[in-house]
């Protein structure tokens, strides 16, 4: 897993959140970003989660030059928010070669 095909894969993640509508211009409130929940299932959409702590934390990651995690799987969480979603069919593509370069 290489950092720039990480780097390629967010902004191809931004662009199909984008082409799907979910993409937002106001962050949700501080408090909503603080969860503690597994993808802050509590306070926050999975499209939010996505743009709001998953893409900002990677590039920081990328951008610092730090380790970045390896062996996670997005998908399985968002096949089941979405099952019934189809707007979101290129988002998952995005987070299926996210999976695989993980690995």
Request: glycine share 2%; charged share 20%; proline share 6%.
């Amino acid at each position: 897993m290489t950092a720039a095909t990480i780097f390629t894969l967010l902004q191809q993640l931004e662009e199909a959140l984008r082409a799907s509508g979910a993409w937002q211009d106001s962050a949700p409130d501080e408090q909503a970003l603080q969860s503690t929940q597994p993808f802050a299932i509590d306070t926050l959409a999975p499209h939010e989660w996505l743009q709001w702590i998953f893409v900002p934390r990677m590039q920081q990651m990328i951008e610092r030059q730090m380790t970045l995690p390896a062996g996670f799987t997005l998908s399985p969480y968002f096949e089941e928010a979405w099952k019934e979603r189809q707007e979101f069919a290129a988002v998952m593509q995005v987070l299926y070669q996210l999976d695989k370069v993980s690995l």
